[in-house]
T-cell receptor, first 113, second 110 residues
Framework: DAGVIQSPRHEVTEMGQEVTLRCKPI?????LFWYRQTMMRGLELLIY????????DSGMPEDRFSAKMPNASFSTLKIQPSEPRDSAVYFC???????????FGPGTRLLVL | DAKTTQPNSMESNEEEPVHLPCNHS???????IHWYRQLPSQGPEYVIH???SNVNNRMASLAIAEDRKSSTLILHRATLRDAAVYYC???????????FGSGTKLNVKP
């Protein structure tokens, strides 16, 4: 299996622009998670889905952030408008039902100028 | 939400055992302790997890204190490839919410 796939791997944008991060979970995994990693706050869970339905979005920092999962093989995390403090590495992870392990993607490094 | 507490960094010699400590004094009775590690420019990867009893797998061992307020990840023979940031994570009973600590950066000397 190819593992969790994220795109783009790197993104540089200007403040105010819309940013869309993409994730393809491992086939057959029922849960999908979005995390953000910064030096100041470490790794934080933003939102997670079960069978394409958002279950807990309490970690989403502001209304500027939104996440969708239109089908079992694709999810997006959108930031609109982006701000410099959104600069971070964003990870997507997936987990199969009944298993304890989350499998993380390689991350998207976002820089907002 | 209470996070775990770990030393910022540790150093080990190659082929020697390494004990990575973690404090989780406010852990609830149903929370699991997971350990993941993160290599540079990669996502975290699973190492081991446990609830109350000590656990062993091919990568490491996990020793959990009887009162569950602390745990120790044991790498039996450190290799250069084990150099990474190791995270001790409080995980809810349904394995969906991970509360990461700040991690311990392990440096392995040849």
């Amino acid at each position: 299996d190819a593992g969790v796939i994220q795109s783009p791997r790197h993104e540089v944008t200007e403040m105010g622009q819309e940013v869309t991060l993409r994730c393809k979970p491992i086939s057959g995994h029922d849960y999908l998670f979005w995390y953000r990693q910064t030096m100041m706050r470490g790794l934080e869970l933003l939102i997670y889905f079960n069978n394409n339905v958002p279950i807990d979005d309490s970690g989403m920092p502001e209304d500027r952030f939104s996440a969708k999962m239109p089908n079992a093989s694709f999810s997006t995390l959108k930031i609109q408008p982006s701000e410099p403090r959104d600069s971070a590495v964003y990870f997507c992870a997936s987990r199969p039902f009944g298993k304890e392990t989350q499998y993380f993607g390689p991350g998207t490094r976002l820089l907002v100028l | 939400d209470a996070k775990t507490t770990q030393p910022n960094s540790m150093e080990s010699n190659e082929e020697e055992p390494v004990h990575l400590p973690c404090n989780h004094s406010t852990i609830s009775g149903t929370d699991y302790i997971h350990w993941y590690r993160q290599l540079p420019s990669q996502g975290p990867e699973y190492v081991i997890h446990g609830l109350t009893s000590n656990v062993n797998n091919r990568m490491a061992s996990l020793a959990i204190a009887e009162d569950r307020k602390s745990s120790t990840l044991i790498l039996h023979r450190a290799t250069l490839r084990d150099a990474a940031v190791y995270y001790c994570i409080r995980v809810t009973y349904n394995f969906n919410k991970f509360y990461f600590g700040s991690g311990t950066k392990l440096n392995v000397k040849p």
